[in-house]
């Protein structure tokens, strides 16, 4: 027997129409290019993107065709997620941090016949125009006032031109909610990029499990600032799920640095951000050297790399501000994990929830996980084993676009290449990426343990630790840091920082002080990089 309830697809055209019926006088407000604040609703969004709609289509943009975006967090950007997607067709967020062959390799392996860009990707543009093979239109995201006189990209349009020519008069079309509708690359630290194509329904029902309370919390009374970018994973599927919600939008465009988040922060109210660690770093520099605090922020979201405890600390003892933990990757939409409190653990004494708010999360209801062992044997949860960890659910990467990179699943699980523990109340605390993992006498080393105890260090502003060949042990650990401004610390000091934090087998081995640490384009330390950096680097 079938049940009879009615057989709607999930779009995600209907975000937005909810918005705009639900909230339509609730704001999206971005921070611009320019500098200036740009202000409107979600009633106004939902009308310029059925205009865009139109025009879209007017440039023959079809179903399932590829459109391109080298944008930051903006509204043009967010008008471009709805129609891009509403009319059949798939956004390809491409990450501009790439180097310029990477975003050719992607732009031509997605076919994108379109590619809209903002005023800094000008010069970057010229320079790939020819390269991009199926580009038939380059739509420069502004008004007529800020167009260039000349350039050398052909035919050049104006985003505000287009959308002004068109009619806000546009049903968006149903269809099969399996279509594509984004495209994200994963960024490919061996090998080149793989296309992660997400459909509305994988989206919206993703959206549906980032709300909930234990997830990220969102609400229609939140002010929100995703600091991760829309080229990142969807910025972790906030301008899907906070239209859901109606919650307020703050985008900050281009101006991530620790004064111009906390401003605008403050200025627009915000309630809740999400970002990566690195980019909470520059805010917390910015807040300590300036002695400020936060009126209105209430919780952060920290992923995309590990978030060290003294982070957490900071946050929720200096600021009053909660820290959700969150694990995920681009394959998964990409939120897996999130690090909400049970009831019997929000009784705990402070030092014990923040022992558990330190490790990753526990599963959300669409997430399955389990860990094996080398030989595929699963392992149980108890919080001390490792393995590598598997997951599979309905917003989980089944194939890479293409079939790039053959059938990545095993027996239906998608296998993550992170290695954890799993604890009894299901926590997932992950030890480290398997190639980062520092193997040493036969025992495992946690890269993302000792980069932890680093940066806890008072002197310490941010830390990378690698394993370096050893005749005897394979890899030994050493630490390379910054540190903070106007702080020292020597190296024999900060390895006796290690003493009794560790067992004495995984110690670092040494410390190497340096000004800068390398970065992948998602704002995560390159260990790849850093790896190349020391090749010439000898133990003690
Ligand atoms: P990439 O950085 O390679 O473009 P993703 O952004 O999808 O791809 O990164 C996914 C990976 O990032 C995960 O497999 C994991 O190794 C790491 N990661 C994400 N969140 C966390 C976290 N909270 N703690 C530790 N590692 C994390």
Redesign the pocket.
């Known amino acids: 027997m079938q049940g009879l309830m009615m057989d709607m697809p999930l779009l995600i055209s209907d975000l937005i129409k909810h918005a705009d019926r639900n909230h339509g006088d609730t704001e999206i407000v971005s921070k611009t290019v320019e500098g200036s604040i740009h202000r409107y609703t979600y009633h106004d969004a939902h009308a310029r993107a059925r205009r865009l709609a139109n025009a879209l289509q007017a440039l023959g943009v079809k179903n399932s065709d590829r459109v391109g975006t080298l944008a930051w967090n903006g509204y043009r950007h967010y008008e471009l997620y709805y129609a891009v997607s509403g009319i059949g067709g798939v956004i390809n967020t491409l990450n501009p941090r790439l180097f310029p062959e990477q975003i050719t390799y992607i732009s031509n392996h997605a076919e994108n016949t379109a590619l809209f860009f903002e005023l800094t990707f000008v010069p970057l543009v010229e320079k790939l125009a020819p390269l991009l093979k199926a580009v038939k239109h380059f739509v420069l995201m502004t008004d007529r006032a800020h167009m260039p006189a000349a350039t050398a990209i052909p035919n050049l349009q104006c985003y505000e031109d287009l959308v002004a020519q068109q009619d806000d008069r546009f049903e968006w079309p149903s269809f099969d909610e399996r279509t594509a509708a984004a495209l994200c690359y ?2 490919g ?1 061996t090998g080149n990029p793989k296309g992660v194509l997400f459909s509305h329904r994988s989206t919206v029902i993703h959206a549906l499990a980032a709300a909930m309370p234990d997830t990220l919390n969102l609400s229609a009374r939140d002010s929100i600032l995703p600091v991760v970018p829309m080229f ?2 969807n910025a972790w599927s906030l301008p899907y799920a906070c239209t859901m919600v109606g919650a307020k939008m703050v985008f900050p465009g281009p101006h991530l640095d620790g004064k111009s988040v906390y401003d605008l922060i403050e200025q627009e109210k915000v309630t809740l951000s999400a970002g990566v660690p690195t980019v909470w770093l520059m805010l917390l520099q910015h807040l300590s050297s300036n002695k400020l605090k936060f009126s209105t922020l209430k919780r952060t979201v920290i ?5 060290p405890p003294a982070m957490i600390r900071a946050f929720q003892d200096d600021y009053g501000v909660g820290v959700f ?7 998964m939409s ?1 939120l897996g994990t999130v690090g909400s409190l049970k009831a019997k653990q929000a009784a705990l004494g402070k030092e014990e929830r923040y022992a558990i708010q330190a490790k ?1 999360g526990r599963g959300i209801f669409g997430v399955e996980m389990k860990i094996v062992d080398e030989e595929g044997k699963e392992l149980p949860w108890d919080g001390k084993r490792f393995g590598n960890l598997l997951v599979k659910g309905p917003w989980i990467t089944s194939a890479y676009l293409k079939g790039e990179g053959g059938d990545p699943l095993i027996n239906g699980w998608f296998p ?3 290695v954890a523990t799993i604890d009894a109340d299901g926590y997932l605390q ?1 030890t480290d ?1 398997s190639k980062d993992v520092i193997k040493s006498g036969g025992e495992w080393i946690s890269s ?1 343990d000792l980069e932890n105890i680093a940066v806890a260090h008072p002197a310490i502003q941010e830390a990378a630790v690698i394993g370096i060949a050893h005749p005897k042990w394979d890899e030994r650990p050493i630490v390379v840091a910054i540190k903070k401004a106007g702080q020292e610390v020597s190296k024999a000091a900060l390895l006796k920082f290690y003493e009794g934090k560790v067992a004495k087998w995984s110690m670092p081995e040494d410390v190497v002080f340096v000004t800068e640490l390398p970065h ?1 384009a ?1 704002g ?1 330390l390159s260990k790849l990089t850093l790896r190349q950096q020391m090749k010439d680097y000898k133990l003690p």
């Open positions: 994963t960024s630290t990142h994973a992923g995309g790399s590990a978030c933990h969150a694990w995920g990757m681009t394959e990409p990753q993550t290449g992170d992950i990426r993302i992948t998602t995560k």
